[in-house]
């Protein structure tokens, strides 16, 4: 069994900004030389999610968008008594998701046609960090 | 460390349409021989999910409506314009997920007492596949 | 490779409360001695979750009441003719989340600076199980 790890930091322009790390990802699995296995990705930052869904720029706005429907960056929170003002991240990433678990078959991602890995920063513009962990053989 | 991989593919008759995958997904676990691992089982199209869930006709059809309330088919989206209906589907199967991580215990799935793996098709009518990548031993 | 298994029992005080667990998971992780793996950390009941998030009374609360808005308890349900009033706790559990996978490295949770697991019950005072699945090395 073998057990590959990384950490990808990440700083984005944009408070909320979709970063398509799929390549990043591809490269890590080549270097770990796991054939068989499984990957995870996820957020280590509270205020931020990995993802996945399609590289199709109208798409990510529809998201941004949608989820500020839902949890309005203006609204008032109980957390933002704390002196935050991100009580409204928190709450985007948690439709968005914290991580994805990928399978590595014949040593590569398996993947559907249109499957794409995003970083999703809901509270952006200071350095926050990405795991990839890999188990397999 | 033995790893099993088996792609599974739907075409489902409604374009929402939830599909009880449990026994598909213990046959596989049953197949593959391992006995303690982990059990990826994840959508490959991102206009649908793999959830668990209650199977109960009421509560599935209580989650259509819900899903249809935060994501209506009928609004319009940008990612509309570029020819596509289906940016609905893309926001729905975000809430319902992508995937599922199933603990394999002394050669079963490690499941309480009502919980049923679904396949959940948000844009459906025409094939699309599921992954199920076990690793374990 | 080692595999390393736990369920552990909650019986909520509130129908609605979110439990800190992080020390319990790395009792067990500690316990499994596993140096490098993955740790799947799921409930087994459909009403409840595994999240990650911030161990933040105000934040905690936001969540209560968001989820609240999102699914309320008190709306007419089709699942709730069957005799069940909890068709929200369903659809709560599922913003919320099922699972995490967590990587355990150098024998320890590879956490973020703020990230703590939490079980999220939605429908409780009863006892309900939560399952820790570790595969590694």
Sequence with gaps: MKAFTQHLTFN???TIEFVNV???IEKIVSESKVKEGLCLVSAMHITASVFINDEEEGLKN???KWLEEFAPSGKKYLHNLTGEDNAHAHL??????REVVLAITAGR???GP???VFYG???GRRPKKVLVKILGE
């Design 92 to 97: 985007k990433r948690t439709i968005m998701g």
């Design 62 to 64: 529809d998201f941004k």
């Design 109 to 111: 991602l398996d993947f």
């Design 114 to 116: 249109w499957e794409q």
């Design 12 to 14: 984005t322009k944009e």
């Design 121 to 123: 920063e809901f509270d």
């Design 22 to 24: 799929t390549e990043m």
